[in-house]
Structure formats: structure tokens, C-alpha cells
């Protein structure tokens, strides 16, 4: 008789054969979106409401938000935003219609406020509540204009119907396959931390079989770019909707920071290897021992907790502790003085390297374990240093943009009385406010932004045309709601993913509602869908107008931008100036966005030789200033005696350091790539005669092993600044921004 010998699970977890469909974020959000909106269409027509469109529109929108967040807060500033923005509208048409000269700037100023701190970086909790203000006082204008004395009745009708649409949206995506930005952030991490444990396999195996430079660095840089892309956005995002993970923001940024530390940790370990060295063959089976404890941690640091969780212990500490003691045992024999120089050297500055980075793992885990878990108790926080919002000068170029396009569109109402003026006051409005934040999540802001307007306005002209041919079928209320569902579910569906707002979700945001306001149920004349869609177009001409006309958004402003405040905190940062956690933070936000705006860079005069110099260029100043922090960490830690020798020698070179990154700004600023910038070698040379001085009078010889090892380490430290600078220097000597910096790409 045969037994079966095959193992058979005992149990087989039942798959749902849809299940990795409705898994997927994508098909879950769209899902949502048309939930919410079905349902402001249901409780508007349950109200009798005039006018559905509002309520869908203020779906679309509000359902941007799609992190669950405080429940009551959000409702208390949607609700409160919307009765002020009523109140507001109420206020203008009923009292100054009949004098532009007040009427049209208050109506600038309203729009201004209500634009600006939408977008302004202090609003974290509030942002929805200021567009509510400046849609329902938009809204009301509008349609009061005609009527002015119908303006109290459009007023509360306009706030019903923007009320419920808000109520839906929040109700729907707070109960429904709730999305939670800290959980999500801990994911993204991980993702993140993913790429550097690649990057440490990887140079393991290369030192394992005695190669110094390991390969598919450029691959790794390129996923960690885009993983910390992914970091900054959701950040951003999570501090707007979710008072959990705004409440502790701090947290999270310097997590950001942490993580930068440690990959440029990982790369300077990968710099500093040594293979051919006599004491790399006393010390072969501790380092080999720390580099798997490092490939460890790497593994640990990325793997599955679940919320409330530790990270489980490795053996990097342990480790690293066995090296220290061999390698004073090595330096009690006497081994190290005998060595020359540049051999020792080269080994304090390998020891040093993977010091540091033992000490990025350990900040990181610290920081990894202080970052807030959904049904755990928060944290205690980082110090926070932006508790008082500060002005937002990018946000105050759109306040005033928007402000612009809206009142212009106002004007043409008063004198013109263009078609479509619901749609065309909105479309002016939302295409301009939401087409400029968009460029700092990896959008293109205004480049080519006539092209755009030019296949959009096609597009309407399409919808027009389906509209004429489909509207006897959407008299059945069924066939409406269906058709309804699938538009929403298909927007959702591409917004999940979407970086930020792009121009086709807002042009589809305005396209849905207007669909929705036609009414196709009842018959509707071919005149009012021409002149409701002409009505869009013509907004969308405003928008772009205004958009490309003043301050206009590219990615080659908005890199060199980035860059002249990278040269500046650099300095600041080797300067010591207050709020180092601040100017830590913006280097590190600053520096993605920067990479995210050179791969949306479209020119001709843009070539891929100088779009690798300029990806070069920002990598090397998100490393900089991470080394000049660990200057000022060791150099605290040198003897008296030792900085007697160095200290003049030090600060010499840092002021060097200084000059040099202040021209690298000058460059910037004047456009002159050509230009010839300062040298290091002198500085350099006057340091590395002082440490010969002091090795050779035996000054350290009674300290401890740390404090020679540090000393050489940290002079091999200012080694590999002035490199940076120095290839800084031949990167921007090669460039031809000038060539590109206005090329608008229409």
C-alpha cells in the first residue's frame, strides 16, 4: 500500500476571484468617487435642490482628499468655509454690483486670500475651507450678477447644495476602504529603505570579491529619487488632511532627513572602501562580520511591522564593537605608526565610514520607531520650528493669479454677457489655482500650456458633440446614473495614483459637473449645450492667458529656483546659522523637487548630456551638506591639544567653502556658467602638512585610539567636501541653462 507523500496544506485560504481587483487602490478610489457622487445626486434631487452640478463638482474636488483624517474637523471647515464664502458672495452683489470701483476689488482681494491660503504651507488643516470660501463667494457672484436681488436666495441655495456635495465626499471616503496617510507613509518608507538595502547587497558583494566600485549605482539612484518623491508627496498630502500625521509633521520630516543621511552614508562607505591594504588582512574577518550586521539592519529596517511593533535587535552594534577592539589591539602593537600616511589615512577615513553609517542606522531606527501607527498612541514629537506660518511667495503669485483670471471673468460677465457664465467663471478659476501647485509634485506647469488649452478645448468640442447624439438616451433616470457612475469611476480611477492635479483631471472635474447641470433627463436645447461648453473654452482661454502672461510656472524656473536656495542653505548650513532643523528639512524637500522638475524639463536645447549634468549636479548637493553635519560632529569631538594644530588650518578652508558656494550662486543668478571659481588645493595642502606635524612630534600618541582615527577621518572628511565643490564647480562650468531658462514650449 502507497502513502501520498506530498505535502498538502491542511487548510486552503479561500480567494475571492475578484479580489485582486477590488485590492487594487485604483478600482477602490474610483469605486469611491462614484459613490459620493451619486450620492450628492441622490440627497440634492431628495432636497430639491436647482442645481445639481455644484453638489458633483464639490464631490470631484473634495475627494482629492483621500486621507482620513479628523472626521469633525474637516466638516466643521468645510461647513464654516462654505458659509462664509455664501455670505461673502451675499454681501458683494447685494451691495456693491452697481459700483465696479468697490465691487471688482473686493471681489480681487476675496479671491486672493481664498487662493493663497489654500495652497500656503502653514494651512495644514484648513486649505479646503479657504477653496469653499472662494468657490461658494464665486458661485453666488455669478449667479447673483443677473439678479441681484435674488442674491440672498442664491446664496443659501449655492451653500445647500456645495454642503452636501462636501458631506457626501467626506462621509464616502472616511467610511469606505479608508485610506490612512501614516500607514501609507510607513509603506512608502519601506519601499524607500528597499532600495538602500539593494544598494548595501550589492556593495557587499562587491568588497566581497575585492571590487571597490560596485555596480548599478545609477540604477539605485534613480529608484531612491523616486521613492523619496513619493515621501515628499505624502507628506504633503498627509499634513493637509490628517490631524493625526499633521500633528506630528516633525516626525516625519525628519524621517525625510534621516533617510537622505543614510544613503549618502551607504554611498561614502562605498567611496571609502579598502582591499588592498596590509591591515585589511589583520582585520578581513570583523569587517566581513560588520558588513553583514549593515546588509542585516538594511533588512530589518525595511521589513513588515505591524502597527505597535518593534523592529527586532541585529547584531550592527555588537559587531562594530569586535572591530574597535582589534583594531586597538592592532595599534597597541605598534602596526599603525609603522604604516605610511596615506595608508592610514585611507583606513581611518574606511573606519570612519562605517562609524557613520552605524550612526545613520541607529538614528534611522530611532526615528522609524517615533513615527505615529494607526490605534497607537502618538509619539512624542521632533521639535517643531514651523509652529508660525511663514509667507508662501509662490502661493502669493498664484493668490494673485487666481484672484486675476476670476475677476476677469467677472468683468466679461458685467459688460459682455458671454454664454455659459457659470462655467466659464469656474473654469477660469479652478484651471489656474490648481494648475500651479501641480508643478512641485512633478508637473509642467505652464509649459506648453497653449497646446493644452488647444487639445482641451477640442476635447469639449467632442463632448458637445456626444452630448447631441447621446441625450435621448439619458432621459432614463437609470441610464443617467449609470453613465454618471462610470465617468466618476473612471476620474477616480486615474486620480489614485496622480502625483497631484493635473490639467486633464481639472478639465475633467469642470466636464462632469457641467454634464451633471445639463440635465440631460429633461430635453435639453442644442443651444445651451453649445453655449454651456463655449462657456468652458472661453475660461480655459483665460486661465492659460493669465497662466503663461504673469509669472509663469515652468520646470527650468522652478529647478534653478530650487537650485539657488540649495547653494544658499549649503552655505548656511556650513555657516551654523539658526534653525538647522529648518534648513536640514528644506535642503531635503528642496532637492527632490529639483530632480522631479529636471526630469519635466521639455526643450530641444535640453540634451540629455546636460540633463545628466544637472541630475549629477543636485545629487552632489543633497550629499554636501550631510558631510559638512558630520564635520561639525567630529571636529567637537577633537582634543583641545588638536585643534590648537588644525582649528586655523580648518577654519580657513571652511571659509573657502563659503566663498565657493557663494559663487556658485553668483553664477546662477547672472546666468555666467563660463566663469572661473575658486580652488581648495592650497587649503587642503596646509591641513595635510599639519597632521604630518602632529603624527610626527607624537602629540596624540597618549590619547585614546578613537581620537587619531577621528582626526584623520575628519581631515579626510574636508578631503571629500572640497571633491564635491570641485566637481560641483567643472558640472556647472559645463552647463548651458541660459539657453533654456525661457524656452515656454507653447
Request: glycine share 6%; proline share 5%; charged share 20%.
Amino acid at each position: 500500500m502507497s502513502t501520498k507523500t506530498d505535502a498538502m496544506p491542511l487548510e486552503r485560504k479561500w480567494h475571492w476571484p475578484l479580489q485582486d481587483f477590488f485590492g487594487d487602490r485604483r478600482v477602490r478610489n474610483g469605486i469611491k468617487v462614484a459613490l459620493a457622487g451619486l450620492s450628492a445626486l441622490l440627497v440634492t434631487q431628495l432636497l430639491r435642490l436647482p442645481h445639481d452640478s455644484w453638489a458633483i463638482l464639490t464631490v470631484v474636488v473634495m475627494t482629492t482628499s483621500q486621507y482620513v483624517g479628523s472626521m469633525a474637523l474637516k466638516a466643521v471647515m468645510r461647513i464654516t468655509g462654505t458659509i462664509a464664502g455664501a455670505i461673502i458672495g451675499v454681501w458683494l452683489v447685494g451691495d456693491y454690483t452697481s459700483t465696479p470701483a468697490i465691487f471688482l476689488p473686493l471681489l480681487f482681494l476675496v479671491m486672493a486670500i481664498s487662493s493663497y491660503k489654500f495652497g500656503q504651507v502653514g494651512a495644514r488643516q484648513v486649505p479646503y475651507a479657504y477653496f469653499l470660501v472662494g468657490l461658494t463667494t464665486l458661485t453666488v457672484v455669478t449667479n447673483g450678477l443677473p439678479t441681484p436681488d435674488q442674491a440672498w436666495y442664491m446664496g443659501l441655495t449655492r451653500t445647500e447644495e456645495i454642503l452636501v456635495g462636501a458631506m457626501c465626499a467626506l462621509l464616502v471616503m472616511t467610511i469606505v476602504w479608508p485610506r490612512y496617510a501614516r500607514e501609507e507613509f510607513i509603506d512608502a518608507s519601506r519601499a524607500a529603505l528597499k532600495t538602500i538595502d539593494d544598494f548595501v547587497a550589492v556593495e557587499t558583494a562587491a568588497y566581497a570579491e575585492g571590487k571597490l566600485a560596485p555596480q548599478g549605482i545609477a540604477e539605485i539612484r534613480v529608484e531612491f529619487s523616486r521613492r523619496l518623491t513619493v515621501l515628499r508627496n505624502l507628506i504633503n498630502a498627509g499634513s493637509r488632511e490628517s490631524a493625526f500625521f499633521s500633528s506630528r509633521v516633525s516626525n516625519y520630516n525628519a524621517f525625510l532627513v534621516s533617510l537622505i543621511s543614510l544613503f549618502h552614508g551607504a554611498l561614502y562607505l562605498a567611496e571609502k572602501r579598502i582591499v588592498d591594504l596590509p591591515i585589511v588582512e589583520l582585520l578581513r574577518d570583523e569587517l566581513a562580520k560588520v558588513s553583514s550586521a549593515v546588509a542585516e539592519e538594511a533588512r530589518i529596517l525595511q521589513a513588515f511591522t505591524r502597527p505597535g511593533e518593534k523592529l527586532r535587535p541585529s547584531s550592527l552594534n555588537e559587531t562594530f564593537d569586535e572591530l574597535e577592539r582589534k583594531v586597538l589591539q592592532i595599534r597597541t602593537e605598534g602596526f599603525l605608526k609603522a604604516q605610511p600616511l596615506e595608508a592610514t589615512m585611507a583606513f581611518a577615513g574606511h573606519f570612519a565610514a562605517l562609524q557613520s553609517l552605524r550612526d545613520e542606522f541607529n538614528n534611522i531606527r530611532a526615528t522609524i520607531e517615533g513615527l505615529p501607527r494607526k490605534g497607537q498612541p502618538l509619539p512624542e514629537a521632533k521639535p517643531a520650528w514651523d509652529l508660525l506660518p511663514r509667507i508662501d511667495w509662490f502661493w502669493v503669485k498664484v493668490g494673485i493669479k487666481g484672484a486675476l483670471s476670476s475677476t476677469i471673468a467677472v468683468i466679461l460677465l458685467k459688460w459682455i454677457n458671454p454664454p455659459g457664465p457659470a462655467a466659464l467663471t469656474l473654469m477660469a478659476w479652478v484651471i489656474t489655482l490648481f494648475g500651479r501647485p501641480y508643478i512641485r509634485a512633478g508637473g509642467t506647469g505652464d509649459l506648453r500650456a497653449f497646446r493644452n488649452a488647444f487639445i482641451g478645448s477640442l476635447g469639449l468640442i467632442a463632448c458637445v458633440i456626444v452630448l447631441f447624439l447621446t441625450t435621448p438616451f439619458l432621459a432614463s433616470y437609470l441610464v443617467m446614473n449609470l453613465v454618471l457612475f462610470a465617468l466618476l469611476f473612471t476620474l477616480g480611477f486615474f486620480m489614485a495614483q496622480a502625483a497631484g492635479i493635473t490639467f486633464w483631471i481639472q478639465l475633467s472635474f469642470l466636464t462632469i459637473s457641467t454634464f451633471v447641470g445639463l440635465d440631460p433627463q429633461r430635453p435639453v436645447p442644442s443651444l445651451t449645450i453649445i453655449e454651456t461648453f463655449l462657456g468652458m473654452i472661453v475660461g480655459l482661454a483665460i486661465a492659460t492667458v493669465v497662466g503663461r502672461l504673469f509669472w509663469p510656472t515652468l520646470p527650468q524656473t522652478l529647478l534653478k529656483d530650487d537650485l539657488l536656495t540649495l547653494f544658499k542653505d549649503t552655505n548656511a548650513v556650513l555657516r551654523r546659522e539658526p534653525d538647522q532643523e529648518r534648513i536640514q528639512t528644506r535642503l531635503a524637500i528642496l532637492s527632490v523637487e529639483a530632480l522631479q522638475a529636471v526630469r519635466q524639463i521639455r526643450s530641444h536645447r535640453f540634451s540629455d548630456e546636460e540633463r545628466a549634468r544637472v541630475i549629477a549636479l543636485v545629487h552632489m548637493l543633497q550629499a554636501v551638506p550631510v558631510w559638512i553635519r558630520h564635520l561639525f560632529w567630529y571636529r567637537r569631538l577633537l582634543p583641545e591639544v588638536t585643534e590648537e594644530f588644525l582649528g586655523p588650518p580648518l577654519q580657513q578652508i571652511e571659509a573657502e567653502f563659503s566663498q565657493m558656494l557663494y559663487a556658485f550662486l553668483e553664477a546662477f543668478r547672472k546666468n555666467d556658467f563660463q566663469r572661473d571659481f575658486p580652488v581648495l588645493n592650497g587649503a587642503l595642502a596646509e591641513i595635510d602638512h599639519t597632521v604630518e606635524r602632529i603624527r610626527d612630534r607624537g602629540i596624540l600618541d597618549d590619547q585614546p585610539l578613537e581620537t587619531p582615527l577621528r582626526m584623520l577621518d575628519l581631515v579626510g572628511r574636508y578631503h571629500v567636501v572640497a571633491d564635491g565643490l570641485h566637481e560641483c564647480a567643472g558640472l556647472i562650468r559645463g552647463l548651458r541653462m541660459q539657453e533654456y531658462a525661457g524656452d515656454y514650449a507653447l
